[in-house]
């Protein structure tokens, strides 16, 4: 035994000690170090390509090892990657790895390099690392071309989301590069002189063509090129969802779910995610061509376990979801066919419908619908294979609609498709009576009444109404009634009564009957109660009304009002103990009077009216300002008045008027207050708070100043419109004084020119009569015109002068008589001398009596002399003063020979002729040259023509037969007359 011991222990030692030297035999047979390293590169993939291979293995021997390896961009100290590889090495295997690059491998040089230990379990402890294996050099610069710029990766496909970095590549360091996204200028980190990266950090998706980047090199302001690239992103693949099957018909069964975003891109570079359906138990597949259902037919075997698996695929990723199910439970029925209608009636009606067959022993639950203008009754019934429903409780002539479905009693799935149909129920007579009020306009002698009934609904009329049975019947006379039918849809009529009590009845009627009757009584009193209106203010839901109970017995109360734009009567019952109410409806607008009456209902059903209240549902600021009219303007002041404003119109209660004033001293009145306009001017504002007063007096102003004004009302909601300023000005203070003197004057003055106007004939006639024309004298008919033999002149049979009136000129000139040589001085001729040329018939004794008429019109200078009248001269005269005596056929003949002459050659103003009537009377002349004994002379029958001589005229001397009177000749100075 103790020799097996020793024996046992030997053979131990022994094989401990032989595995230790085959371990470091091993150890320096084996050089670990992976040998011939090389690298390629893939440009779509952006990744480099590793295969290798470990010398020295043991002969048919598989050993498990780990590989370090490390990577370096640029240089081999600027180490990017460090990894472990692990994998079971063989004999002369040649071993292959892959590693994907962030940054594309065009834009740097990368430097691999590798090292291995044993990680195999037959290796006893301590493994160690192999030694590094050379650097091995990638660079794919080298093949770009001659280009000088270039942008990297090209065409790359990431999700949305995705980190991306791309870089570009310039030839001449010289050029300035400036790289876009989209148009919008990114920048990046420059790795050496020629390159540059830029790190793109969860890059949306923007189209699917993909979205654009591009590089531009420059030199100061040229353009050397432009480079770019399309960097595709598409959305990320979804987990389908509400992955379901389903058969109907115990053949096929139909799976169906939501397939999520769609990730296709355009050009093809990713065409839509594919489905896959997988059965687990049978080991079955099927590719489906559609993205959200796929049909899988089911065999003829007892399976009825099912377990799924729904697989997506893109380029980029895989998602997948399953279900596990009994076909049993996952039973769809066919909708329910041949749905009908029977035993139809006013309120009910019986159903009946069919169902597609399964399998035998089936039974279906089935729901039934039951649709009437938005209500919906619902039923529950079990059946076989036909189904049959008893429809009870139905309105009279209304359409229903009618839907059925049905599905598994036993284990329940699903609901099928609806199956309906519609029906019509009969009619009835009207359930309720019409909502019936009335209009009553008293007039002498008779009422007028205004009836009006709201429809009845549908529930209650059972129908289409065909027309409104009125029954008027007279109380104080019962034998008396009328019937009147109105046709539909009329819903008021027109009555007049005269001053009985009636009983009015109103019934509405369809195709089956009459309604129950709406009564309403008229009294025989007229309806003139005078009721106080009361203002209530309205709210956003409407008018809140509240009135005092009627004493005595009511039936209830009746509030009607009037809908504008329409005027429609409307009207609202309240019950017996109600006394308030909310009047609420759509039709009340912002700025509208409503005009609201309560009446309550006695036993007799005659209408009281109680109470009457008026108001807006919403005030606002008035629509126009009143007309303002300015009366008795003053120095000082001046009224305003509008009085025919009326505020019934407005659109709110006017609570008042400001009377805004503007003045260029900018001061207000007493009573005004400062105020600012909307514009920022300011101005005096007086505030009128009673409505009813429209008139103002603005007083303390000053004379001849201008003042500006406009009155505007206010309501609850504010001011009426913005208006224009008019102007007044008001007088000077003394004018008032002018015009209450000067207006009795220009009266006065208008009173006497009328007067005068219609008394004109008559003034003339008494102050200034007509003056003889001298032209018009037969005296003229003895001158021959030479210039104008046409000149028709009358006749003169007898016309003797009287005598010449001499004026002397007031000029100190000296004159001669003809026929003397005597000279009168200026003094002797200051006095006009009358001479007179007496008849030498024998029957005379001296100057009859004469008239003197001294024509102005011919004579301005003699107009001074004050007087005109005949100075007789005596009989003792000098003959210088008496003149030349002759023949009366010697003047004539002297004058007819010179007329026209002499009127040309005297100058103007020198001469004046006064024409003495043969009539006028010796006493008509200056009292102080009459003689003493005046020779009286014979009255002149007659006005005989007067004629002058001019001063120049040669006479010829008087004869001893002349009957010529005297005449005196004058010199150039003295007047004729």
Not at 179 to 191: D, N, S, T
Not at 350 to 375: A, P
Not at 854 to 871: I, L, P, Q
Request: glycine content about 4%; charged content about 20%.
């Amino acid at each position: 035994m103790a020799v097996f011991v020793v024996f046992q222990t030997t053979f131990f030692l022994t094989l401990l000690s032989l595995r230790t030297y085959q371990s470091e035999v091993l150890a320096e047979r084996l050089p670990l170090t992976p040998v011939s390293l090389k690298v390629s590169t893939n440009s779509i993939h952006q990744s480099l390509h590793l295969q290798w291979t470990v010398h020295n293995l043991p002969y048919h021997q598989e050993l498990k090892m780990v590989f370090q390896i490390q990577i370096s961009r640029t240089e081999t100290s600027n180490i990017v990657w460090v990894g472990n590889y692990s994998t079971t090495v063989k004999w002369n295997q040649v071993l292959h790895w892959s590693w994907e690059s962030e940054l594309p491998l065009e834009c740097a040089t990368h430097f691999v390099r590798m090292k291995s230990v044993m990680d195999d379990a037959s290796f006893p402890e301590p493994n160690f690392w192999s030694n590094w294996s050379s650097w091995e050099e990638v660079s794919v610069q080298d093949s770009l071309g001659r280009g000088i710029l270039f942008v990297f990766p090209k065409d790359k496909l990431v999700e949305e989301g995705s980190n991306v970095t791309i870089c570009y590549v310039s030839r001449n360091i010289q050029n300035n590069v400036s790289c876009y996204l989209e148009g919008k200028q990114i920048h990046g980190e420059q790795l050496d002189p020629h390159v540059t990266a830029f790190n793109l950090n969860s890059v949306p998706f923007i189209r699917n063509r993909g979205t654009n980047i591009y590089c531009e090199a420059s030199q100061g302001n040229v353009s050397k090129g432009i480079e770019g690239i399309v960097l595709f992103v598409s959305k990320v693949l979804e987990e389908p969802k509400d992955f379901s099957c389903e058969t109907q018909d115990f053949k096929t069964l139909h799976c169906t779910w939501d397939p999520g975003t769609d990730t296709a891109l355009g050009w093809s570079k990713q065409p839509s995610q594919s489905y896959t359906l997988f059965e687990s138990f049978s080991g079955a597949k099927k590719l489906c061509t559609h993205k959200n259902w796929c049909n899988w037919q089911i065999t003829q075997d007892s399976q009825e376990t099912y377990n799924f698996t729904l697989i997506a695929e893109n380029y980029l990723r895989k998602r997948s979801v399953n279900i596990l199910f009994n076909l049993t439970h996952r039973v769809y029925l066919m909708n329910p066919f041949s749905v009908n209608f029977e035993n139809v009636n006013a309120t009910n009606a019986i159903m009946t419908w069919k169902v597609h067959s399964m399998r035998n022993n089936f039974t279906y639950l089935c729901q039934i619908e039951l649709h009437d203008e938005g209500k919906m009754m619902q039923y529950d019934v079990s059946i076989k294979v036909n189904g049959e429903y008893f429809l009870s409780e139905l309105e009279p002539a209304t359409e229903y609609m009618v839907r059925v479905r049905c599905a598994d009693a036993s284990h329940f799935w699903k609901w099928s498709e609806w199956s309906g149909q519609n029906f019509t129920t009969l009619e009835a007579a009207p359930s309720e009576a019409p909502d019936v009020w009335r209009s009553v306009n008293s007039e002498p002698g008779n009422h007028t009444v205004t009836l009006f009934w709201k429809p009845l609904s549908k529930l209650h009329a059972n129908g289409k109404i065909l027309f409104y049975n009125v029954v008027v019947e007279n109380l104080d006379k019962p034998s008396r009634s009328e019937l009147r039918s109105i046709p539909a849809p009329a819903n008021s009529t027109k009555l007049i009564l005269d001053r009985c009590s009636y009983q009015i009845c109103v019934t509405a009627n369809n195709s089956v009957g009459a309604s129950p009757a709406s009564i309403i009584v008229i009294s025989a009193d007229p309806e003139n109660k005078e009721v106080e209106e009361e203002r209530i203010a309205g709210t956003d839901g409407g008018f809140a009304l509240s009135w005092k109970p009627q004493p005595g017995d009511v039936i209830g109360y009746v509030v009607d009002w009037c809908d504008h734009p329409q005027d429609v009567l409307q009207w609202k019952n309240v019950g017996p103990n109600t006394t308030s109410t909310v009047i609420s409806t759509d039709a009340f607008r912002p700025g509208v009077r409503y005009d609201f009456r309560i009446y309550g209902l006695s036993t007799k059903r005659i209408a009281c009216l109680l109470e009457k209240k008026t108001g807006y549902s919403q005030e606002l600021a008035p629509s126009d300002n009143p007309h303002v009219l300015v009366d008795m303007l003053t120095s000082h002041s001046f009224t305003l008045s509008w009085k025919d404003y009326s505020t019934e119109s407005q659109p709110g209660f006017i609570q008042g008027y400001h009377v805004y004033l503007k003045s260029k001293a900018r001061q207000c009145h007493p009573r005004f207050q400062k105020a600012v306009l909307s514009d920022g001017s300011e101005c005096c504002k007086y505030k009128i708070d009673n409505p009813e007063e429209k008139a103002l007096i603005v007083d303390n102003l000053k004379p001849e100043s201008s003042y500006e004004f406009f009155v505007t009302p206010f309501t609850s909601a504010g001011e009426g419109p913005n208006a224009t300023f008019t102007k007044v000005t008001t007088p000077d203070e003394h004018s008032s004084m002018l015009i209450h003197i000067l207006l009795p004057m220009v009266f006065c003055v208008l009173f006497i020119m009328i007067v005068c106007y219609l008394k004109s004939q008559w003034i003339k006639e008494t102050c200034y009569p007509d003056i003889p024309d001298p032209y018009k004298s037969n005296i003229l008919s003895l001158i021959k015109f030479k210039e104008n033999p046409h000149l028709t002149i009358m006749n003169v049979s007898d016309c003797i002068p009287d005598a010449i009136e001499v004026v002397s000129k007031p000029e100190g000139t000296k004159i001669q008589i003809l026929g003397t040589r005597k000279s009168l001085t200026e003094t002797e001729l200051t006095k006009p001398n009358y001479l007179y040329l007496l008849p030498t018939e024998k029957n005379h004794s001296g100057p009859g009596p004469c008239i003197c008429f001294e024509n102005f019109t011919y004579n301005h200078a003699a107009s001074d002399s004050g007087f005109c009248g005949h100075v007789p001269v005596s009989p003792k005269a000098p003959p210088s003063m008496l003149g030349l005596m002759t023949s009366p056929e010697n003047v004539l003949k002297a004058l007819e020979k010179n007329y026209m002459n002499s009127l040309g050659e005297v100058p103007a103003g020198e001469t004046s002729l006064n024409y003495v009537s043969q009539l006028a009377s010796p006493m008509s002349g200056d009292k102080d040259s009459l003689p003493p004994n005046p020779v009286e002379s014979p009255h002149c029958s007659e006005y005989k023509m007067q004629m002058a001589a001019p001063l120049h005229l040669a006479l010829p001397r008087p004869t001893e037969n002349s009957s010529l009177s005297s005449i005196t000749l004058l010199d150039p100075g003295e007047h004729y007359h």
